[in-house]
């Protein structure tokens, strides 16, 4: 799949949207391929598709109490991560919780296949793994079924004529919160600062969700594109919202080299309301 559209809502014929990702290679190397092998029928959710396109959600399919129970075999609080990357944090999580059910949502099948391996090495029972389009699957989510919704270090989509690529848009925001319970958060982390913005500039405003952080950062008011980022510090500045960080959330490698890199890490918690 190429840089375009995907998915929209509506039947045969439906709208079309931008993506927030860009389908890479999805060949697997000797090891990965193994470990496809040996824990993709215990691990990975394959979920109906629309129209035969790759990563869609068929339009009559309900991700529901119901179906959650016949996954997992148990009604225990459901997590779900947008973009688990190799899966190192939320296969950390559900070792800690095995009384928490969590769903791992990825688009490349190379990360797709090392959360599996990670599953499989703890033989984990409450996890699960899906090679999915997230907007697709929050569609099909029904209403409060998820404890909390977690996007990690989505992609920062850098450029600014690519800004409306990003992941964390009030179409999703209006989706992750109706399938989010009363009460549920979405945790939000980033360590791009222009992106930081974004998600303030998405999620301080809307009424269906409150910033329930407690602390208090400094932001550039205006953005920065790639390359341009280094005229950030010269642009005005606000104070806004954030929270500290999830202690739920692991020190993953990717996020180690943004620190490395002098990059500051942006905890944003979301409660629905």
């Given at each position: ?93 559900a070792q800690k919780r095995p009384d928490v059910n969590y769903l791992a949502l990825e688009v490349y099948r190379p990360g797709v296949a090392h959360a599996l ?46 800004h409306k690529r990003r992941i964390v848009q009030s179409t999703l925001a209006d989706e992750v919160h109706r399938a989010l319970k009363t009460g549920g958060s ?66 993953t490698n990717f996020e180690k080299k943004g620190i490395e890199a002098g990059r500051v890490i942006h905890d944003f918690t979301y409660r629905a309301v």
């Amino acid at each position: 799949m190429t840089e375009g559209t995907m998915p929209g809502t509506a039947g045969p014929g439906r709208r079309r949207e931008l993506m927030s990702f860009v389908r890479r290679s999805s060949r697997l190397d000797k090891r990965l391929q193994k470990a496809w092998d040996a824990y993709a029928g215990t691990y990975l959710l394959e979920l109906p598709q629309y129209d035969h396109r790759e990563l869609s959600v068929a339009t009559d399919f309900h991700f529901d109490r119901e179906y959650a129970h016949s996954v997992w075999g148990n009604d225990n609080p459901l997590i779900v991560e947008i973009g688990t990357g190799q899966g190192e944090n939320i296969v950390a999580a559900a070792q800690k919780r095995p009384d928490v059910n969590y769903l791992a949502l990825e688009v490349y099948r190379p990360g797709v296949a090392h959360a599996l391996l990670k599953a499989g090495k703890y033989e984990l029972s409450n996890l699960r793994v899906c090679e999915v389009n997230a907007p697709d699957l929050m569609r099909a989510a029904e209403d409060g079924l998820f404890e909390e919704v977690w996007t990690f270090f989505p992609d920062p989509w850098p450029k600014t004529k690519h800004h409306k690529r990003r992941i964390v848009q009030s179409t999703l925001a209006d989706e992750v919160h109706r399938a989010l319970k009363t009460g549920g958060s979405w945790r939000i982390a980033t360590d791009i600062e222009d992106y930081a913005l974004h998600v303030h500039e998405v999620m301080d405003q809307r009424n269906d969700f409150d910033n329930v952080g407690d602390l208090t950062v400094s932001l550039p008011t205006e953005h920065v594109s790639k390359g341009t980022a280094d005229m950030a510090a010269q642009l005005p500045h606000a104070d806004f919202t954030e929270s500290r960080r999830f202690e739920g959330r692991v020190l993953t490698n990717f996020e180690k080299k943004g620190i490395e890199a002098g990059r500051v890490i942006h905890d944003f918690t979301y409660r629905a309301v």
